[in-house]
């Protein structure tokens, strides 16, 4: 029954704009640009709002920093203080290391293999396949992000699978990806393209970050590790 309500949702679809996935020209670097920008701009308040429940270390430290403050000072108000700061502490310094990551990434994903997805002339999507120094079999999917207005129209699952079609026809035995996106929408994507999750590093450096003090308190991240083996790709899957 889900394999079936899948493919009417995949029908449906195709009925809509058509969807060209092609590969990156210079013409297109303002548009992949905003996407970079959008995509991890939203990651800001995922990661300090949302991202706080699967970090229980990090709520028992701003508990600790609540005691202590309340023993320090005798007031019993900053108890109500201390969340509004705790927040803001997160959203300010969650920003400021996906701002680090923004030009870290730049430079790197504009120098791979990129791809853009088009609706009706109009860049929503961009995904990018870096290979690996450290083994010729690898590639990873790196930086794919779809405009949110053309989000649930199988733009993702488009870009992703033209990751894996560049694998096979380049010989990869493996496909990974890495995220630290807490929003399930991204990994119910990933395993619908393939991908089997295969770790998690708690408390991932993310490039660009300063990691100052203040920085390990307030921003924690989980880094989900995935991969596919595009061997075990049926052929009808590759194209």
Same mark, same amino acid.
């Given at each position: ?8 949702? @995949? ?16 013409? @297109? ?16 308040? @995922? ?24 023993? *320090? ?5 900053? *108890? ?33 293999? %990129? ?5 009706? @002339?109009?860049?929503?999507? *961009? ?31 488009? %870009? ?43 408390? =991932? ?20 590790? =995935? ?13």
């Amino acid at each position: 029954m889900e394999g079936k309500a899948q493919k009417k949702k @995949d029908n449906q679809h195709n009925n809509g704009p058509k969807t060209i996935v092609r590969e990156y020209e210079s013409a @297109d670097k303002s548009h992949v640009q905003r996407l970079f920008y959008e995509g991890l701009m939203e990651m800001v308040p @995922d990661i300090a709002f949302r991202g706080l429940r699967h970090h229980p270390e990090s709520l028992l430290l701003y508990s600790a920093m609540a005691v202590v403050s309340i023993v *320090i000072t005798t007031c019993w108000w900053m *108890i109500g203080l201390l969340p509004p700061i705790v927040l803001c502490g997160r959203y300010f310094y969650s920003r400021r290391v996906i701002h680090g990551y923004l030009e870290h990434a730049m430079r790197r994903d504009m120098d791979s293999r %990129l791809w853009v997805a088009v609706v009706e @002339d109009k860049v929503v999507g *961009i995904v990018a396949a870096v290979s690996q120094q450290n083994s010729r079999d690898v590639v990873e999917l790196h930086r794919m992000s779809v405009d949110r207005n053309y989000r649930r129209c199988g733009i993702g699952m488009a %870009l992703g699978r033209k990751v894996l079609e560049f694998a096979v026809t380049h010989r990869y035995s493996t496909v990974i990806l890495g995220t630290t996106a807490y929003t399930p929408a991204a990994h119910k994507l990933y395993k619908r393209l393939g991908f089997c999750c295969v770790g998690v590093t708690n408390g =991932y450096v993310t490039p660009g970050a300063r990691w100052s003090l203040l920085e390990r308190i307030f921003y924690r991240v989980r880094h989900y590790h =995935y991969s596919l083996d595009v061997q075990n790709i049926p052929s009808n899957e590759q194209h």
